[in-house]
């Protein structure tokens, strides 16, 4: 039984990870930004800076998963800020915390995204290859910086996530679209999304909790996808037509950056250090993962 601290516990994949791992027989206290209603939450408040270390202490591992959603938009000027903020205002206090701490956790499993690497078109991506260019590349670098502030005692890891095939999130209005008769192809079809399915994204977190492995790990799953494919699979599993085409300049014209990250970036990337380290996938295709979150 271990004592884990979890920040960003009432998202799409913190839900699901607090009670995998209270299933498991762990400990899990989660930090709350309102009024706690449990004595298994403890309120923070990581614009101000607040956060009691007596919070930390005795724990064995701090996973973060905070940060406000980068699917919504539009990106006006003010919600780039708190894109920013959310993520690295509560990632330098955890680490900051950690580091004044006489015995740190071993462990902080710190949040992190795919969108380190930016549009990379026909390059073949890994774990370790280099960064890209832009906001969100810069926005990912400065957020995995944060983390890399915590002691020297304690194992880093940054969890670069995909986007996590589930009943919500960033693939959602694809769904939706797509129940409704109004599945489409963005831009050529041909640019890779980086995708993992809840369940996985979860057993992979899991996994690092009780691994060796320190620095960036990729979490996506094992068999690269392109748009078209995933948004196939989406009208076959669903049964419905994909008739439609959203050509790029229109989307650049409608969502701006925000387009060109979301929907058009081309990134293919495979999970060289998580499949090293011996995880085992559930889904291990697009398809697999569309199944499960309809079955879910």
Do not use: C
């Not at 060109?260 to 090293?276: N, T």
Request: charged share 20%; aromatic share 6%.
């Amino acid at each position: 039984m271990s004592r884990i601290v979890i920040a960003g516990a009432s998202g799409l994949i913190g839900q699901p990870l607090v009670r995998a791992l209270r299933a498991g027989g762990h400990r899990v206290t989660t930090l709350v930004r309102r009024a706690p209603k449990s004595a298994n939450e403890v309120r923070w408040d990581p614009d101000a800076g607040q956060l009691d270390p007596a919070v930390l202490t005795g724990a064995d591992a701090v996973i973060n998963l905070s940060g406000a959603s980068i699917a919504r938009i539009p990106w006006t000027n003010s919600y780039r800020r708190e894109l920013v903020s959310s993520r690295i205002n509560a990632t330098r206090l955890l680490a900051e915390t950690m580091a004044g701490m006489p015995a740190p956790p071993a462990t902080f499993l710190s949040g992190s995204a795919i969108g380190f690497y930016g549009d990379r078109p026909r390059v073949r991506l890994d774990d370790d290859s280099p960064r890209g260019s832009g906001f969100v590349p810069d926005l990912v670098l400065a957020w995995e910086q944060a983390a890399g502030l915590a002691p020297p005692q304690t194992r880093v890891v940054t969890l670069r996530t995909s986007v996590v095939v589930a009943k919500s999130g960033g693939l959602a209005p694809v769904r939706l679209l797509t129940t409704f008769g109004l599945g489409a192809r963005f831009g050529s079809g041909r640019q890779f999304w980086p995708w993992i399915s809840l369940e996985d994204e979860v057993r992979a977190i899991v996994h690092l909790l009780t691994s060796t492995i320190s620095g960036p790990v990729v979490l996506a799953g094992p068999t690269p996808a392109t748009a078209d494919e995933i948004t196939a699979a989406y009208a076959e599993a669903l049964r419905r037509p994909r008739f439609l085409w959203v050509p790029a300049w229109a989307i650049r014209l409608a969502l701006g950056d925000a387009g060109e990250h979301l929907l058009l970036a081309d990134v293919q990337l495979q999970p060289v250090r998580l499949a090293a380290d011996g995880f085992e996938w559930r889904h291990r295709t697009v398809r697999d993962a569309i199944d499960a979150a309809l079955a879910g």
